[in-house]
Structures are given as C-alpha cells and as structure tokens.
C-alpha cells in the first residue's frame, strides 16, 4: 500500500510564490509517475505537472508552463510543486497523486495513489 500526503497549501496574493510538498510512504517503489492535479469548486479535477521517478522528465499544463515547476527526490519518496506568479485561477485544492507506470499522462483516472489534498487560494 501507498500513503500520499500533502503539506504547503495556503493563501497566497496574486503575483506570489507557493511551494506544495507530497510525502509518499509505504511501498513507494511503485510510484514511477509523480503528479499533481488540482480540483476548483464546481470543475473536474485537472492535470498540473508530472515528473518521471526515472530520468526526472517532466509535464507541464499549458496553464500553469513556465511559471510552476515540479521536482522530486526519491531518496526520500517525495515530490514538490514549486508555483511562482500565481493567478487567482490558480485558486483550486491541490491533490499530489502517483502511478505506477512510468508514463506520465493528464487523465487523473490512469493514476493509483492520492493523496488526500490540500486547499491553495490566491487573493487578487
């Protein structure tokens, strides 16, 4: 079993930086796709950034490119989303999610572990 936790979330003005940490334990040897997604109120959940465990691609959202950035550290089983010039539209709770195929994709469905998430509100 897999265990996601996240921790950073928090109000923010617009124009600021966020940083999001996801701390995974337990049989964190299936995590080969790290990800974050992020559900605002009445919307379906959407695709944020994904880092391969291997090789440390990463996936960028068009909406969020260049200004978020995604990393991770599998010595300690944990993956960051670093969020720079923040938008009120970036207002959403924030789930870090793994998938234990090394494919990074943008449907939340193809993912096996959530976390449980974590609210980030940026105030214009």
């Known amino acids: 079993q897999v265990e996601l936790a996240e921790s950073g979330g928090g109000l923010v003005q617009a124009g600021g930086s966020l940083r999001l940490s996801c701390a995974a334990s337990g049989r964190t040897f299936n995590i080969y796709t790290m990800a974050w997604f992020r559900q605002a109120p009445g919307k379906e959940r959407e695709f944020v950034a994904a880092?391969?465990?291997?090789?440390?691609?990463?996936y960028y959202a068009d909406s969020v490119k260049a200004r978020f950035s995604i990393s991770r550290d599998n010595a300690k089983s944990t993956w960051d989303l670093q969020m720079n010039a923040m938008k009120s539209e970036d207002t959403a709770v924030y789930y870090c999610?793994?998938?234990?195929?090394?494919?990074?994709?943008?449907?939340?469905?193809?993912?096996?572990?959530w976390g449980q998430g974590t609210q980030v509100t940026v105030s214009s």
């Open positions: 999610a793994g998938r234990s195929k090394p494919a990074p994709v943008d449907d939340f469905q193809q993912y096996d572990y």
């Open positions: 880092i391969t465990a291997i090789g440390g691609r990463t």
